[in-house]
């Protein structure tokens, strides 16, 4: 009776255990189903059409938020600089010659560098073909636009990042960003010390957040690309990249060693392949900037119904490629050791330039010059691979395999770079959380390499919305602070405001333009 007794306790027990692990599996679920709810809710939010704009031929324009929030800021920055981009385009290239003088810290062109690392990805690829396949070629043109106004964006909040850095004891040199000079506008405005400050905090997490989800993105690109070049298995490419990428983030200082190696070697290489790509089909070449121009405008999408993709998609390509405003590439200008902070403003905003005008367009250009009828019905990476073979032959399928992997692995490193400064934020100056977000990275980039989940794929989307709503909030008050050093430094005083009855001069990034009176002189930079 006794052993019967102890049995059906035993028995009893293991049903009771079971119940409450189905309950506790029941419960899971969902809570998982609310989660994906809640994050494809903001997403929506933040990456859907908020509003309709009625055009003629029975489209309609779809704006949303991030567009709302991004396109006025830019266009207002550029005005308060006037014309920026254009105007001190000079000064941009003069200022990535500046030195440094802590070897622990980075020099300018080391910090456009790591920014340019992780603008150039893999969305140059993908990203380009996707919005010329749902825009049309004119989407190229509004790519273009965006990257101008968008160059003002950089250029304020990277010499922000510059006015507030601090020293880092972990690494050496300097760190910062929007959760930094965010903090300081608080401090500001409350005139006292804070521990934290709320705004702060959800843009250090929600950039975590991102580029945990960018980590997934990256490896599925890079396998998917790899098994189409070469038909390797996911899974060695996997371990592969994890590995290599582990080596090299788990040292102290080795990301920005090896990204001073490997970003401007793949980018003058990309670069020149598509200069060869463009000579070998010269005679196509006015004909793809009609097009572009003809398709910009919807001359022929007005009355198609189309020019509401063609303006969106532009813009929507140029805006989450060059990362203007989203508040990632100031963690990087922070790092740089400037004797003015708005010469990392200027190299930030040439970051813009680059990752947009150059590498965007020719990413363009190779599948605009190859023959429709070979692309028709295709998307994404088969699309490029396919016009790169038209171009170069099974050469070009490798190429851009290789391309592709290299670009990816650029993000990767770049992305922990920005981490380092959040997380300092969030956790404090300690090893432990510094290895632990490293380590999380990883875990990432491998599940992404084995398997695609689109919920990652759109937290991290999410994640990059956020940062850049929190960003944008406070660049408007502590814009002003970076126009003053632009003003004060030179960079944008005319003749006329100082010119003096006896003579006078202006300064204009290094050049002095002696004046005399009753003369007006205006900006020609």
Same mark, same amino acid.
């Not at 119940?19 to 709810?37: A, L, S, T, W």
């Not at 636009?145 to 990042?161: C, K, P, Q, R, Y």
């Not at 070469?230 to 200082?253: C, E, G, M, Q």
């Not at 010059?369 to 050469?395: I, N, Y």
């Given at each position: 009776?006794?052993?019967?007794?102890?049995?059906?306790?035993?028995?009893?027990? @293991? $049903?009771?255990?079971?119940?409450?692990?189905?309950?506790?599996?029941?419960? &899971?679920?969902?809570?998982?189903?609310?989660?994906?709810?809640?994050?494809?809710?903001?997403?929506?939010?933040?990456? *859907? #059409?908020?509003?309709?704009?009625?055009?003629?031929?029975?489209?309609?324009?779809?704006? !949303?938020?991030?567009?709302?929030?991004?396109?006025?800021?830019?266009?207002?920055?550029?005005?308060?600089?006037?014309?920026?981009?254009?105007?001190? =385009?000079?000064?941009?290239?003069?200022?990535?010659?500046?030195?440094?003088?802590?070897?622990?810290?980075?020099?300018?062109?080391?910090?456009?560098?790591? @920014?340019?690392?992780?603008?150039?990805?893999?969305?140059?690829?993908?990203?380009?073909?996707?919005?010329? @396949?749902?825009?049309?070629?004119?989407?190229?043109?509004?790519?273009?636009?965006?990257?101008?106004?968008?160059?003002?964006?950089? =250029?304020?909040?990277?010499? /922000?990042?510059?006015?507030?850095?601090?020293?880092?004891?972990?690494?050496?040199?300097?760190?910062?960003?929007?959760?930094?000079?965010?903090?300081?506008?608080?401090?500001?405005?409350?005139?006292?010390?804070?521990?934290?400050?709320? $705004?702060?905090?959800?843009?250090?997490?929600? *950039? /975590?957040?991102?580029?945990? &989800?960018?980590?997934?993105?990256?490896?599925?690109?890079?396998?998917?690309? =790899?098994?189409?070049?070469? @038909?390797?298995?996911?899974?060695?490419?996997?371990?592969?990249?994890?590995?290599?990428?582990?080596?090299?983030?788990?040292?102290?200082?080795?990301?920005?060693?090896? /990204?001073?190696? +490997?970003?401007?070697?793949?980018?003058?290489?990309?670069?020149?392949?598509?200069?060869?790509?463009?000579?070998?089909?010269?005679?196509?070449?006015?004909?793809?900037?009609?097009? +572009?121009?003809?398709?910009?405008?919807?001359?022929?999408?007005?009355?198609?119904?189309?020019?509401?993709?063609?303006?969106?998609?532009?813009?929507?390509?140029?805006? =989450?490629?060059?990362?203007?405003?989203?508040?990632?590439?100031?963690?990087?200008?922070?790092?740089?050791?400037?004797?003015?902070?708005?010469?990392?403003?200027?190299?930030?905003?040439?970051?813009?330039?680059?990752?947009?005008?150059? +590498?965007?367009?020719?990413?363009?250009?190779?599948?605009?010059?190859?023959?429709?009828?070979?692309?028709?019905?295709?998307?994404?990476?088969?699309?490029?691979?396919?016009?790169?073979?038209?171009?170069?032959?099974?050469?070009?399928?490798? %190429?851009?395999?290789?391309?592709?992997?290299?670009? !990816?692995?650029?993000? %990767?490193? &770049?992305?922990?770079?920005?981490?380092? !400064?959040?997380?300092?934020?969030?956790?404090?100056?300690?090893?432990?959380?510094?290895?632990?977000?490293?380590?999380?990275?990883?875990?990432?980039?491998?599940?992404?390499?084995?398997?695609?989940?689109?919920?990652?794929?759109?937290? &991290?989307?999410?994640?990059?919305?956020?940062?850049?709503?929190?960003?944008?909030?406070?660049?408007?008050?502590?814009?002003?602070?970076?126009?003053?050093?632009?003003?004060?430094? *030179?960079? #944008?005083?005319?003749?006329?405001?100082?010119?003096?009855?006896?003579?006078?001069?202006?300064?204009?990034?290094?050049?002095?333009?002696?004046?005399?009176? #009753? +003369?007006?002189?205006?900006?020609?930079?």
């Amino acid at each position: 009776v006794l052993v019967f007794k102890g049995y059906y306790e035993l028995y009893w027990n @293991s $049903i009771c255990l079971r119940e409450m692990f189905f309950q506790v599996c029941e419960n &899971g679920k969902r809570v998982k189903v609310m989660m994906v709810d809640l994050i494809e809710k903001i997403y929506s939010f933040l990456w *859907g #059409d908020l509003v309709q704009i009625p055009l003629p031929g029975g489209s309609t324009l779809g704006i !949303s938020l991030l567009i709302i929030l991004l396109i006025p800021t830019g266009i207002y920055f550029t005005v308060r600089t006037r014309f920026l981009p254009i105007r001190l =385009f000079p000064d941009m290239v003069r200022a990535l010659v500046e030195k440094k003088k802590d070897k622990n810290s980075l020099s300018s062109f080391q910090a456009l560098v790591v @920014s340019t690392a992780t603008r150039v990805g893999m969305g140059n690829l993908v990203g380009v073909v996707a919005a010329i @396949s749902a825009g049309g070629a004119g989407a190229v043109f509004w790519m273009w636009v965006t990257a101008l106004i968008g160059s003002s964006t950089a =250029f304020i909040e990277a010499t /922000l990042a510059q006015i507030y850095k601090e020293k880092d004891p972990l690494y050496g040199g300097y760190r910062g960003g929007p959760a930094y000079y965010i903090h300081a506008y608080v401090e500001e405005k409350q005139k006292k010390k804070r521990n934290k400050v709320v $705004i702060s905090v959800l843009f250090a997490i929600s *950039g /975590l957040i991102c580029w945990c &989800g960018i980590s997934q993105v990256i490896s599925n690109s890079v396998v998917s690309s =790899f098994k189409n070049a070469f @038909s390797i298995p996911p899974v060695y490419t996997t371990v592969v990249l994890v590995a290599v990428a582990a080596v090299i983030v788990l040292r102290k200082n080795a990301t920005v060693k090896i /990204l001073d190696m +490997i970003v401007p070697v793949m980018a003058v290489v990309y670069f020149a392949i598509t200069i060869l790509v463009i000579v070998m089909n010269i005679g196509s070449i006015p004909g793809v900037f009609a097009r +572009i121009f003809q398709e910009a405008f919807g001359f022929r999408q007005v009355a198609a119904g189309g020019f509401g993709a063609v303006l969106m998609n532009g813009v929507k390509r140029g805006l =989450f490629s060059n990362e203007a405003g989203s508040g990632s590439a100031p963690c990087a200008a922070a790092a740089a050791e400037c004797d003015q902070p708005v010469k990392a403003g200027l190299v930030q905003a040439l970051g813009v330039f680059i990752d947009t005008i150059v +590498i965007c367009s020719c990413t363009a250009m190779i599948m605009l010059l190859a023959p429709e009828e070979k692309v028709a019905g295709l998307s994404g990476m088969d699309l490029l691979q396919t016009a790169m073979e038209h171009h170069l032959g099974r050469f070009g399928v490798v %190429f851009i395999a290789a391309t592709l992997f290299l670009f !990816s692995f650029s993000t %990767f490193l &770049g992305i922990l770079f920005y981490a380092r !400064s959040n997380v300092a934020y969030l956790f404090g100056d300690n090893w432990a959380s510094q290895t632990a977000y490293k380590v999380l990275a990883l875990v990432m980039l491998f599940i992404g390499g084995l398997a695609a989940y689109t919920f990652v794929w759109d937290l &991290g989307d999410v994640g990059i919305g956020l940062m850049t709503v929190f960003n944008i909030i406070i660049l408007y008050p502590q814009g002003e602070k970076a126009l003053k050093e632009l003003q004060e430094n *030179g960079y #944008d005083i005319t003749f006329a405001e100082s010119a003096r009855a006896d003579g006078g001069c202006v300064m204009r990034g290094n050049d002095v333009l002696q004046g005399t009176p #009753d +003369i007006m002189v205006t900006d020609s930079l």
